[in-house]
């Protein structure tokens, strides 16, 4: 069930405005990690010529591109305008939209397939959002799902976590409350199997990634994990230097001759319309 203490118009209008400033470095730092979940997330939804897909949350595009090239009609939808007018720039070939996921502005049954790559920890009402990529589903298409796995195995996310932890650094009072991480499985197979979706199954994959160094890492973040750097931004400097001490801490485990090499991980979650 969605959390009643969020806020989620608040929560919207926080993710669109972040969005917006944050899209060209989020495609520069982060498209590079998130692109490892776009091939099985295709291969789960047996993405091929002639489909029908709608990419929720599409960013850059990037999910939507690479359907296109595999010969789907490929369409991405996203509440940042910003991030819309850079797919379309990238990806001519797809068409992209503005829209709310919980309001898709497409009729009953119009997609053969609908994928979302690490889009549902942004929705305020996951349920909502779920049901209503169900709905422009055909009858015996898929929804398919990519999510980061724990931060335990997912160590972009879990240093940095992990240092915020250690600091005891709290919420800023301006950043709204957003919903769970879903990083378990039993999270994910509930929240698709509450949408009637059948053959629910989530499967882990997990690959690494290199970059620089720490300060790589850290400049990465900030300029494309919008809720992350908001939270270390509304920290006192003293509260951000003792994050960072423990940052580097943290990130000395994973350096190497050639810079930084993070374990990552995520998981595929899938399900059928009846």
């Not at 118009?9 to 998130?34: G, K, L, N, W």
């Not at 939804?45 to 489909?51: H, I, P």
């Not at 497409?106 to 889009?119: I, K, M, P, R």
Request: charged share 20%.
């Amino acid at each position: 069930m969605s959390d009643p203490t969020i806020n989620a118009d608040r929560f919207r209008q926080f993710e669109r405005t972040a969005h917006d400033r944050i899209a060209d470095s989020y495609h520069a730092f982060f498209v590079p990690i998130t692109q490892h979940a776009v091939e099985p997330l295709l291969d789960a939804a047996g993405v091929r010529s002639g489909m029908r897909i709608l990419d929720i949350a599409t960013g850059p595009g990037v999910v939507a591109a690479h359907a296109a090239a595999r010969g789907a009609i490929a369409t991405g939808v996203d509440i940042s305008s910003r991030m819309v007018a850079l797919a379309a720039e990238l990806s001519p070939a797809c068409t992209f939209r503005e829209a709310d996921v919980e309001s898709l502005p497409f009729a009953d049954g119009s997609f053969d397939a609908v994928l979302c790559a690490f889009g549902i920890g942004h929705f305020p009402r996951a349920e909502v959002a779920v049901a209503e990529c169900v709905r422009v589903l055909v009858s015996g298409g898929q929804l398919v799902l990519a999510w980061w796995d724990a931060p335990v195995r997912n160590r972009l996310h879990g240093v940095l976590l992990e240092a915020v932890s250690e600091a005891d650094a709290t919420p800023p009072p301006d950043l709204p409350a957003g919903p769970p991480m879903y990083s378990d499985d039993g999270a994910l197979e509930s929240l698709l199997a509450s949408a009637g979706l059948e053959q629910v199954a989530v499967m882990p994959h997990a690959f690494t990634y290199s970059m620089a160094s720490a300060d790589s890492l850290w400049e990465g973040a900030m300029g494309s994990l919008a809720r992350t750097a908001a939270l270390l931004r509304g920290q006192t400097m003293e509260v951000q230097r003792r994050i960072r001490a423990s940052f580097d801490r943290l990130t000395a485990t994973y350096s190497t001759s050639h810079g930084l090499t993070l374990p990552m991980a995520f998981k595929i979650a899938s399900g059928r319309k009846s």
